[in-house]
C-alpha cells in the first residue's frame, strides 16, 4: 500500500502548488521561490515538492530551466489551472488514471459517433486524418491535429455526458499530448490507429471504431503515457528548482 500514499501526497503538493497559482501567488511568467523557501511557504517536504513539481512540468503549468529554476508558464490560463486542481482533487489520481478514464470515454464515443455522426462530422474526422498524414514529421502541429480528432469523436458522439466528462479533462489532454510528442515524437505510432477509427466512423459501424480506439489506447496512449510517468529524466532526483 506505500506506493498508494506516496501518489496522494505527491497529488496533495502539486494540488497546493497549483492552488497557490491560481490564487494569485505566483504570476504567470514568474519564477518561483527557491525550493527550501518555496517547501517551506506551502509547508511540504523538499522530496514531495520535487516530484510536484516534475509532475507539474509533465502536464505544461511550469517549466523547469536546470540550472536557473523553475517557471510558471505563460500559456497556462484559469481554465487549465482549474481543471488541475480538479485532477488532484479526485485523490491519488496519476497520469494513467488519467488515460485510463479516457479510454472509458472515448471507445463509447466512437461507438456511438458510428450511429450518430453526420455527413459534415464524418468529412471533418477525414480531413484530420488528412492532415495528420501531411504533418507526420512535424510532431508539435500534428499534436493539433491529434486533440482536434478526439474532440470530434467525442462531440460525434451526441452524448452530453460523455461530452462534459470529456471537457473537464482536455485541458490537461492537450498538454499530454504535447508532453509525448515533445518527447517521443510517437506521430507513425498513433496515426495509423486514428485512421482506423475515421474510416470506420465513415462506414457506420460502431464496432469496428470501437475496436480500433481501444487499440490506439492499448497501444499507444498507455505505454507512451507510461514512459513519461517512468522517464528517468522527469523522475531523477536531481535539482530542479533554485
Given at each position: 500500500?506505500e506506493?498508494?500514499?506516496r501518489?496522494?501526497v505527491?497529488?496533495?503538493?502539486?494540488?497546493?502548488?497549483?492552488?497557490a497559482?491560481s490564487?494569485?501567488r505566483f504570476?504567470?511568467?514568474?519564477?518561483?521561490?527557491?525550493?527550501?523557501?518555496?517547501?517551506?511557504?506551502?509547508?511540504?517536504?523538499?522530496?514531495?515538492?520535487?516530484?510536484?513539481?516534475?509532475?507539474l512540468?509533465?502536464?505544461g503549468?511550469v517549466?523547469?530551466?536546470?540550472g536557473?529554476?523553475?517557471?510558471?508558464?505563460?500559456v497556462?490560463?484559469?481554465s487549465l489551472v482549474?481543471?488541475?486542481?480538479?485532477?488532484?482533487?479526485l485523490?491519488?489520481?496519476?497520469l494513467?488514471?488519467?488515460?485510463e478514464?479516457?479510454?472509458?470515454i472515448?471507445?463509447?464515443a466512437?461507438?456511438?459517433?458510428?450511429?450518430r455522426?453526420?455527413?459534415?462530422?464524418v468529412?471533418?474526422l477525414?480531413q484530420?486524418?488528412?492532415?495528420m498524414?501531411?504533418?507526420?514529421?512535424?510532431p508539435g502541429d500534428?499534436v493539433?491535429?491529434?486533440?482536434a480528432?478526439?474532440?470530434m469523436?467525442?462531440?460525434?458522439?451526441?452524448?452530453?455526458v460523455?461530452?462534459?466528462?470529456?471537457?473537464?479533462?482536455?485541458?490537461?489532454?492537450?498538454v499530454?499530448?504535447r508532453?509525448?510528442?515533445?518527447l517521443?515524437?510517437?506521430?507513425?505510432?498513433?496515426?495509423?490507429?486514428?485512421r482506423?477509427?475515421?474510416?470506420?466512423i465513415?462506414?457506420?459501424?460502431?464496432?469496428?471504431?470501437?475496436s480500433a480506439?481501444?487499440d490506439h489506447?492499448?497501444k499507444?496512449a498507455?505505454?507512451?503515457v507510461?514512459?513519461?510517468?517512468?522517464?528517468?529524466?522527469?523522475?531523477?532526483?536531481?535539482e530542479?528548482?533554485?
Amino acid at each position: 500500500m506505500e506506493p498508494v500514499k506516496r501518489v496522494r501526497v505527491v497529488d496533495s503538493v502539486s494540488e497546493k502548488l497549483v492552488s497557490a497559482i491560481s490564487e494569485g501567488r505566483f504570476d504567470a511568467g514568474a519564477k518561483l521561490p527557491p525550493e527550501h523557501d518555496l517547501a517551506e511557504m506551502l509547508q511540504v517536504s523538499r522530496n514531495a515538492l520535487r516530484e510536484a513539481v516534475r509532475q507539474l512540468e509533465t502536464m505544461g503549468i511550469v517549466t523547469v530551466r536546470h540550472g536557473d529554476g523553475t517557471y510558471v508558464n505563460r500559456v497556462t490560463g484559469n481554465s487549465l489551472v482549474t481543471r488541475a486542481l480538479q485532477f488532484f482533487r479526485l485523490g491519488g489520481t496519476t497520469l494513467i488514471d488519467l488515460v485510463e478514464a479516457r479510454e472509458a470515454i472515448e471507445v463509447t464515443a466512437a461507438m456511438l459517433a458510428a450511429e450518430r455522426a453526420g455527413a459534415g462530422e464524418v468529412e471533418a474526422l477525414l480531413q484530420l486524418v488528412r492532415d495528420m498524414d501531411n504533418l507526420i514529421a512535424k510532431p508539435g502541429d500534428y499534436v493539433e491535429k491529434d486533440f482536434a480528432f478526439h474532440v470530434m469523436v467525442v462531440e460525434a458522439s451526441k452524448n452530453q455526458v460523455l461530452i462534459e466528462l470529456f471537457s473537464t479533462i482536455q485541458d490537461i489532454l492537450m498538454v499530454q499530448l504535447r508532453k509525448i510528442m515533445e518527447l517521443y515524437g510517437v506521430t507513425k505510432d498513433s496515426y495509423g490507429y486514428h485512421r482506423e477509427v475515421a474510416f470506420a466512423i465513415a462506414d457506420k459501424d460502431s464496432e469496428a471504431a470501437g475496436s480500433a480506439m481501444r487499440d490506439h489506447f492499448r497501444k499507444v496512449a498507455k505505454p507512451y503515457v507510461a514512459k513519461v510517468v517512468n522517464d528517468p529524466h522527469l523522475n531523477s532526483g536531481g535539482e530542479g528548482l533554485t
